[in-house]
T-cell receptor, first 114, second 114 residues
Framework: AQSVTQLDSQVPVFEEAPVELRCNYSSSVSVYLFWYVQYPNQGLQLLLKYLSGSTLVKGINGFEAEFNKSQTSFHLRKPSVHISDTAEYFCAVSPPGSNYQLIWGAGTKLIIKP | DAGVTQSPTHLIKTRGQHVTLRCSPISGHKSVSWYQQVLGQGPQFIFQYYEKEERGRGNFPDRFSARQFPNYSSELNVNALLLGDSALYLC?????????????FGNGTRLTVT
């Protein structure tokens, strides 16, 4: 069975500092990988996705993620965070061909310190 | 253009009651998915509908049911409510039901069961 582990429940970081949010998955088959962001009292918004091709994926708001098949990881990075990045970030995987059967991590709260 | 709209935004019910949650997808989107997000956890997939047919069902009891109407809006019904059903219920729509169609989430319905 597939599962997703987000290793940090909270990540505090100073404004304008770089950040990495970690995501590892377990699966015996190829998967598609996603990062979503959830701002307070809002639904989820797609940040970026990896379906195939280049392992470095660029998303919205200056975020990027790198797919590492050997380490089964899909870590999210941003070189310089802003106060507006305060949110909860979710990593998710799905089997190829289906966009609904997402399996989600527990989320990482990104806390930006001024 | 309006995004995915869900109603109501908040709801309080008592144990044993039933509840109906509603979702209107983005215009032109034919697929609607429902997720349950318990506080502090990632979303859990409940149902997906595409062209008014159920395309997938998560690991939820039969107390949970859903349907999609000819205008592609959807309802999620939960019978015999339990305290553990308290959660944020998210609806997502997409143009199609494959991984090239990103999910667009509504802001959710916060259900509290007392």
């Amino acid at each position: 069975a597939q599962s997703v582990t987000q290793l940090d429940s909270q990540v505090p970081v100073f404004e304008e500092a770089p950040v990495e949010l970690r995501c590892n998955y377990s699966s015996s088959v190829s998967v598609y990988l996603f990062w979503y962001v959830q701002y307070p009292n809002q639904g989820l918004q797609l940040l970026l996705k990896y379906l195939s091709g280049s392992t470095l994926v660029k998303g919205i708001n200056g975020f990027e993620a790198e797919f590492n098949k050997s380490q089964t990881s899909f870590h999210l990075r941003k070189p310089s965070v802003h106060i507006s990045d305060t949110a909860e970030y979710f990593c998710a995987v799905s089997p190829p061909g289906s966009n609904y059967q997402l399996i989600w991590g527990a989320g990482t709260k990104l806390i930006i310190k001024p | 253009d309006a995004g995915v709209t869900q109603s109501p935004t908040h709801l309080i019910k008592t144990r044993g009651q039933h509840v109906t949650l509603r979702c209107s997808p983005i215009s032109g989107h034919k697929s609607v998915s429902w997720y349950q997000q318990v506080l502090g956890q990632g979303p859990q997939f409940i149902f997906q509908y595409y062209e008014k047919e159920e395309r997938g069902r998560g690991n939820f009891p039969d107390r949970f049911s859903a349907r999609q109407f000819p205008n592609y809006s959807s309802e999620l019904n939960v019978n015999a409510l339990l305290l553990g059903d308290s959660a944020l219920y998210l609806c997502a729509s997409s143009l199609l039901a494959d991984n090239n169609s990103p999910l667009h989430f509504g802001n959710g319905t916060r259900l509290t069961v007392t």
